[in-house]
């Protein structure tokens, strides 16, 4: 019998999962299911398919049927391992781990630092040790891809000791960013190696920027709230703004939570919608003016990043928005234009590979990035290293 890997990336409203061989790199089954908590519906290469579940359907019904699903369509593929996404690792994971108890707990235990996702990620966990007990499970962190960074990039100006308890500029999107490293000496040749700044755009989004494909700085920090202006996440904000909802406004941590994480972004200034693709069409100056201020946060960002790597060779857009908003990665390039930047328009408008012209001083592409891939490839990596 053949033996493939299970993929499963738990988001706050969604799961993806993949089936790939142990001995290859293509998933041989995708799917998602997506509106959890809404009324679930399943998407496969076989269509649209809601789900009848009980209530709402939440992420552990969800899970269960899933692991019910792939027992009946994985066509005689047996089990060697599943590898989850799991959003934060803190300190303690700077790789993929084999999940035991003791990681459990230290995962568990790393919740509260990313609770739009965290709880979702160990509910998958605990899914596929109801149906498959004892099948080798792997934990692929999104922190993991810059904990190599240079010290002062992790440092925030806060007192030693609260350093030293963990208080850090972390970073996330880690898997993704990994992918697309792996990505880049195809598409860039030796310049790989260079200045390359990674934009992840999407209902989450950040930035990240390389030197020799490693993460050197990014633009979330100790939680994944951080940094550009995001689909429902305010991203940077002033900390008096949250001393000042609280003294003035009356509100507690978990409303500023909220607010700050579930109702501002897109969502927030357009008081329209989360996702770029209806703001894009809408007519309403509330739409443009939220699209507006994403890109130029997300320039912003890009700009500081630059400095970090001290100058920018080239800029790569993933991530939903990243891959298929050509408005977005437009808006965003020419503000660089005074560096020498030549966006093609007509490359862009296609969502080609390289959407800049041959005399550009900085080259912009358009990669579509595979999380479950990398899952995939982090969990065979291990599980060879295994005795």
């Known amino acids: 019998m ?54 709402r359907g939440d992420h552990a019904a969800v899970l269960d049927w899933l692991m019910r699903h792939l027992a009946t369509v994985s066509g005689g593929l047996g089990l060697a391992a599943a590898g989850h996404r799991v959003v934060h690792g803190g300190r303690h994971f700077d790789g993929p781990a084999r999940i035991g108890p003791a990681e459990m707990r230290r995962i568990r235990d790393l919740a509260p630092l990313a609770p739009a996702h965290q709880p979702h990620n160990i509910a998958g966990i605990e899914a596929v040790a109801r149906a498959y007990p004892d099948l080798p ?12 960074q240079p010290r002062l990039e992790q440092l925030y100006a806060l007192p030693r000791e609260l350093t030293e308890a963990g208080i850090l500029r972390y970073g996330f999107h880690g898997l993704s960013y990994d992918y697309v490293a792996g990505c880049l000496p195809d598409l860039l040749g030796e310049r790989a190696a260079g200045r390359v700044v990674v934009l992840h755009l999407g209902n989450g989004a950040s930035i990240c920027g390389m030197r020799n494909r490693r993460s050197i700085a990014t633009s979330m920090g100790f939680t994944a709230l951080d940094g550009l202006m995001m689909g429902r996440r305010c991203g940077d904000i002033d900390p008096g703004v949250v001393l000042h909802l609280a003294r003035q406004e009356g509100m507690t941590p978990d409303k500023v939570e909220t607010l700050l994480g579930e109702q501002s972004g897109l969502l927030g200034v357009s008081g329209i919608s989360s996702d770029m693709r209806d703001l894009l069409v809408s007519d309403r100056p509330e739409a443009a003016e939220a699209v507006d201020l994403f890109i130029l946060t997300a320039a912003r960002q890009l700009g500081a990043i630059a400095v970090a790597l001290g100058g920018l060779d080239a800029m790569v857009f993933t991530g939903g928005i990243g891959e298929n908003a050509a408005p977005v990665r437009a808006g965003i390039a020419r503000r660089f234009a005074w560096l020498g930047l030549e966006l093609d328009e007509a490359a862009n408008t296609a969502h080609a590979a390289t959407i800049t012209g041959a005399g550009s001083a900085i080259s912009a592409h358009v990669i579509r990035t595979d999380e479950e891939r990398c899952i995939a490839e982090q969990t065979r990596a291990l599980l060879s290293e295994s005795p």
């Not at 993949?18 to 496969?44: D, K, N, T, Y």
């Not at 499970?137 to 190599?148: E, I, K, P, W």
């Open 2 to 55: 053949s033996r493939a890997i299970l993929v499963l990336n738990a988001g706050s409203s969604s799961v993806k999962y993949a089936l790939h061989p142990l001995a290859g790199s293509e998933a041989v089954l995708r799917g998602q299911i997506e509106r959890i908590g809404q009324g679930p519906i399943h998407r496969s290469a076989d269509g649209k398919t809601p789900l009848d579940l009980p209530g």
């Open 137 to 148: 499970q792997v934990a692929c962190f999104d922190t993991a891809f810059h904990r190599g």
